[in-house]
């Protein structure tokens, strides 16, 4: 079924742009939540207004996310935890405590989940990427060192501890939402001015 979109949908389209849908879905969700109509002559002249729409609404969330990138992109975030002999923490530094370092740090609220880690479970120095969009994906330098050793590292009396490569990333790309990024970065623009 050929439907035209009102406004935004996850995975199928952004407004004004005709998609090709499963009858059902376009029937029993897309067109009773007002989101599509059934893409007629007289609609798609309607459309041309949404896309026009949509291309600037793009365009301008595309900008905030360029900027909200650079202000991220090599952050340095040092975390003190108590660890084994081993390196590996009694505990871990997950990704909401990386959320509310980087808003301390640089006044940018952003959501834990737009953080692409599992909870990082040993010392070491790991690079953590952040998903904006699609495509941007600024990093964060992420140092984890023992509580005894932060003093010495904070004063630059120490080194930082070895780049460790990260296996497991819990990258879910795929599962962006543009509506709930697009909320991300106007919060993350608004306290960032504030």
């Known amino acids: 079924m050929k439907l035209l ?6 995975k199928q389209g952004v407004a004004g742009e005709v998609v090709d849908v499963a009858d059902g879905y376009g029937r ?3 067109i009773p939540k007002k989101l ?13 207004g949404l896309r026009a729409t949509a291309a600037a609404r793009k365009a301008e969330l595309e900008d905030r996310l360029n900027d909200l990138a650079r202000q991220i992109d090599g952050v340095e975030l040092v975390f003190g935890r108590r660890a084994a002999n081993t390196g590996k923490l009694f505990g871990s530094v997950t990704t909401s405590d990386l959320a509310e370092a980087l808003n301390k740090k ?3 609220d952003i959501n834990r989940r737009r953080i692409s880690q599992q909870a990082l479970r040993e010392i070491g120095t790991f690079n953590v990427p952040v998903r904006l969009g699609s495509e941007m994906s600024p990093t964060l330098k992420v140092v984890v060192v023992r509580e005894a050793d932060l003093a010495d590292y904070l004063a630059g009396k120490t080194a930082a501890p070895p780049v460790v490569a ?7 790309a795929s599962d962006i939402d543009t509506e709930a990024a697009s909320a991300d970065v106007e919060a993350a623009a608004e306290t960032a001015t504030e």
């Open 106 to 108: 640089t006044g940018i």
């Open 5 to 10: 979109l009102l406004s935004d949908v996850y």
């Open 166 to 172: 990260m296996d497991d990333t819990g990258d879910n």
């Open 36 to 48: 599509a109509v059934k893409a007629t002559p007289g609609e798609l002249k309607k459309a041309e």
């Open 28 to 30: 029993n969700y897309l």
